[in-house]
């Protein structure tokens, strides 16, 4: 069965410290590859996503990640995080298709100190 | 553009009640997922709903069920609550076409 996990359950980090966020995921096939993040108080949005092309996707507030099909890894990466990315992160794989439910992991709460 | 709303926001039940949650998707979307979200955990698929039919199922008993309306709103029900079925329920939207989901706020429902 397909899983995903992440390692790092709690992050803490000092504003503008580098920030990269692992996930790994096992299945074999085609994939389409997310993180979710989640603000405090607030639902679930999508940070960024990977189907296919390109390896390495950017999404929104600065935020990016590299797909290493060889290391069945899609790693979140920030360069210089601020107190707003305070919030809990959630890598999650779909097969794609008919099959599009969402695997997650359990999720990465990050912590940015001012 | 409204966004994926659910309702009730908060719900208190007792074991062996029966609830129902609802779900309104993201406009133009037309097909509907429901997730549970226990507490530290990620969200683990319940079910997914298109032209009005269960198309896919996760690992979960029959005790819960759910619906599609021809408007592709959502309803999923769960009966003879246990005190395990407290959690946060999410429901995401997409298009049958597409793999993105978009997920509203949730219904955090506690059993007593």
């Known amino acids: 069965a397909q899983s995903v996990s992440q390692h790092n359950h709690h992050v803490i980090l000092s504003e503008a410290a580098s920030l990269e966020l692992g996930c790994n995921y096992s299945?074999?096939?085609?994939?389409?590859l997310f993180w979710y993040v989640q603000y405090p108080g607030q639902h679930l949005q999508l940070l960024l996503k990977?189907?296919?092309?390109?390896?390495l996707v950017k999404g929104i507030k600065g935020f990016e990640a590299e797909f290493i099909k060889s290391k069945f890894s899609f790693n979140l990466r920030k360069p210089s995080v601020q107190w707003s990315d305070t919030a809990e992160y959630f890598c999650?794989?779909?097969?794609?298709?008919?099959?599009?439910?969402?695997?997650f992991g359990t999720g990465t709460l990050l912590a940015v100190q001012p | 553009d409204a966004g994926v709303t659910q309702s009730p926001t908060h719900l208190i039940k007792t074991r062996g009640q029966q609830v129902t949650l609802r779900c309104s998707p993201k406009?133009?979307?037309?097909?509907v997922s429901w997730y549970q979200q226990a507490l530290g955990q990620g969200p683990q698929f319940i079910f997914q709903?298109?032209?009005?039919?269960?198309?896919q199922r996760g690992n979960f008993p029959d005790r819960f069920s759910g619906h599609q309306f021809p408007n592709y709103s959502s309803e999923l029900n769960v009966n003879a609550l246990l005190l395990g079925d407290s959690a946060l329920y999410l429901c995401?939207?997409?298009?049958?076409?597409?793999?993105?989901?978009?997920f509203g706020p949730g219904t955090r429902l506690t059993v007593l």
């Open positions: 299945y074999g096939g085609t994939v389409n």
């Open positions: 406009s133009g979307h037309d097909t």
């Open positions: 995401a939207s997409s298009l049958a076409s597409s793999d993105t989901q978009y």
């Open positions: 990977y189907f296919s092309g390109d390896p």
């Open positions: 999650a794989v779909s097969q794609g298709g008919a099959t599009n439910k969402l695997i």
């Open positions: 709903y298109y032209e009005e039919e269960e198309r």
